[in-house]
């Protein structure tokens, strides 16, 4: 149960309750600003290596290679109207170019026309730029260059040979010697850098098996890699041998949140060259490499775009284009127009409906963020006598807004899905797939939530979630919701939703109920229902390991209906007893067998265990669990409910 303060849960259970519901609209998806990219320059520059940095002025720094040349400019109010056509040559370059800045300090890299890596500075915010400098002999074969920089001054260089990548670091003016990557591929064809708490890389080419790839790889300063130290290297995504698929450019930003750009190019009938964008889910870290499904871009060019960020906004740059993508998502406070509200959580599903008072157009006004897509958030309270208090419930995307003209009131109507339905919308590109031993469930549950932009955590959960690393493929076209119910399938554990994340629990036999009703909170109308359970004998076959589970009662009433679950992950008697005995209790907790309607609990989480007295029922301080929650608010009624359902604990 959400934690509500000692004010909020005394007048939740006050006969005269005023409620208070808070709504707002953002355009937001999983707790992200949505990049809303318009183009500022259109311009004729030919297409090529290209880079952008952000100077601590606000300065935006471009760099391109054309003609056996490298080009520069800096535009220190850039906006609508800035001049972002004119160029500086700063002398011959070929293949490739990078550029980082830090506050003042502004560093371009690139290979000369000799074959070397040479490196400008610049500690006047990209305003001049000392005599090129040799970090890397011609002899290293260098393709691709990238760079970030520490404060204190230092500097990282990565670069990559045909297949190879290596990295230096300069202290004090001085190159240290460079360090070669562990890891094979067939192939690299780009390579971008930016610093977190570590040297943080993106890689694209081929592996050994020619597979077209996204890679992501850390370089450590002692954050989440040691010091000097390769991490393993993290596929971001990939196409199979033969597809006719590459990637090239990439790029690396982290204004809010990590974001990354690449070119995904199809070389077969209809070929393209098209720009893929995506981003790390919300409170993670690189080496997690938890990415959003990558979203494609209306953008082309076989070079992509450079990522330059700050606070607040987004660059894009291309040698012929510019393009500012605010990231302060907009916020819209509908609380004073609701009129209707009806919440639903159940496993696996949930969604919203919200009708508003919209007399005045303001909510449905050009530039309002309430339209399909948006995050709504809801958060459900009173009236206290510290003011209107509420509690945070899970979030939601509109899938519809309708506007409704009626009796000269204009209203809107909005329908809107909960995180299942982001994860439901989600459909694999391609087959991924890990081997036994690999990935624990909660890995691979953290990394199909983030496909769909939701990202993942846990209250509670059981030994089989982290120590059961299976093997497990999802296939291609497969939606999210049918590959996580899967993989839940294997272990005791449940999903449930908070604010906009999607949270792992253990619903534990043994857990301690955490609020009660009917002593204290009224209980306004119950029921009990029962029902015969759609199976009720489980048998377990795994890899030479077999056991059954009996829902003896429900066989006693209606006779035995079998459920079969085959799993060659199970290799043990043990490990097929406790998956027996875990689809039972899954098909028990699916049984709700009472309902209560009580006023609206602020808290009221999904799984929770509660206590219900209800004499007519027969229930004194029963533990049961909140399988499914509906919430209603209607402001016309005077109507403030919750209907629960519940099942054995």
Not at 227 to 254: C, I, K, M, Y
Not at 390 to 397: D, L, Q, T, V
């Amino acid at each position: 149960m959400r934690s509500l303060s000692a004010a909020l849960l005394a007048v939740q259970q006050s006969p005269s309750a005023r409620p208070y519901v808070r709504v707002t609209v953002s355009d937001r998806t999983g707790g992200v600003a949505r990049a809303p990219y318009q183009r500022l320059y259109t311009g004729s520059e030919p297409d090529g290596p290209h880079a952008a940095a952000l100077a601590g002025d606000g300065s935006l720094l471009r760099a391109r290679i054309a003609g056996g040349q490298l080009y520069y400019q800096r535009v220190t109010s850039p906006g609508p109207g800035a001049g972002f056509g004119t160029w500086a040559g700063l002398g011959p370059a070929q293949r490739s170019v990078a550029m980082a800045a830090l506050g003042a300090q502004v560093v371009l890299a690139y290979v000369a026309s000799d074959g070397s890596v040479a490196v400008r500075d610049s500690v006047d915010y990209g305003a001049s730029f000392g005599a090129p400098v040799t970090a890397v002999a011609a002899a290293a074969g260098a393709q691709h260059v990238a760079l970030a920089l520490k404060a204190g001054g230092q500097v990282f260089l990565a670069y990559a040979t045909a297949s190879q990548v290596r990295a230096l670091k300069r202290t004090g003016g001085t190159w240290g010697a460079a360090s070669t990557w562990p890891h094979s591929l067939g192939s690299v064809s780009g390579l971008a850098c930016h610093r977190g708490g570590d040297y943080d890389l993106l890689v694209t080419g081929t592996d050994t098996a020619s597979r077209a790839g996204v890679w992501t790889v850390v370089y450590g300063d002692g954050y989440r890699q040691p010091p000097d130290s390769w991490s393993p290297l993290r596929e971001a995504q990939r196409a199979d041998a033969g597809s006719g698929v590459s990637f090239v450019a990439p790029s690396l930003a982290a204004p809010d949140v990590y974001r990354l750009a690449f070119v995904e190019s199809y070389s077969g009938s209809g070929a393209y060259s098209r720009l893929q964008l995506a981003h790390l889910v919300p409170g993670v870290d690189f080496a997690d490499n938890w990415w959003r499904e990558p979203v494609p871009a209306d953008i082309t060019g076989a070079y992509g775009v450079a990522l330059a960020g700050a606070p607040g906004g987004l660059w894009l740059s291309s040698p012929s284009g510019v393009w500012f993508a605010p990231l302060a998502a907009t916020g819209l406070d509908v609380s004073a127009g609701v009129l209707f509200l009806e919440l639903e959580e159940e496993p696996s599903g949930g969604r919203l409906r919200l009708e508003l008072s919209d007399a005045d157009g303001a909510y449905s006004a050009p530039g309002s963020p309430l339209r399909p897509g948006a995050e709504v958030a809801v958060s459900l309270g009173y009236v206290t006598a510290e003011g209107p208090l509420a509690s945070p419930a899970p979030r939601f995307w509109a899938t519809s807004v309708e506007t409704r003209l009626e009796g000269g009131r204009r209203t809107l109507a909005v329908d809107a899905a909960s995180a299942w339905g982001l994860l439901s919308s989600w459909r694999a590109r391609r087959q991924f797939s890990w081997a036994a031993g690999q990935t624990n469930v909660f890995g691979i549950l953290a990394f199909l939530w983030a496909r769909a932009a939701v990202p993942f955590a846990s209250v509670s959960y059981s030994p089989a979630a982290v120590n059961l690393r299976p093997a497990f493929t999802v296939q291609p076209g497969q939606s999210g919701l049918e590959a996580v119910g899967r993989l839940l399938s294997a272990v005791p554990d449940v999903v449930l939703l908070s604010e906009g994340f999607a949270l792992l629990k253990y619903p534990d036999p043994a857990e301690t109920a955490s609020y009660a009703y009917g002593d204290g909170h009224p209980v306004l109308a119950a029921s009990r229902r029962q029902a015969l359970s759609p199976a009720n004998r489980v048998q377990v076959f795994g890899q030479g390991a077999f056991a059954e589970a009996f829902l003896w009662e429900d066989i006693a009433l209606g006779g035995d209906r079998l459920r079969q679950v085959h799993d060659l992950n199970v290799a043990s008697a043990v490990q097929a007893s406790d998956r027996a005995g875990w689809e039972a209790r899954r098909l028990l907790l699916a049984l709700a067998s009472e309902e209560i309607v009580v006023p609206v609990n602020c808290g009221q989480q999904l799984y929770d265990v509660v206590t219900v007295s209800e004499p007519a029922l027969g229930l004194a301080a029963a533990r049961r669990r909140v399988v499914a929650i509906r919430t209603r608010y209607d402001a016309r009624r005077g109507l403030y409910r919750q209907r629960l359902a519940l099942s054995a604990p």
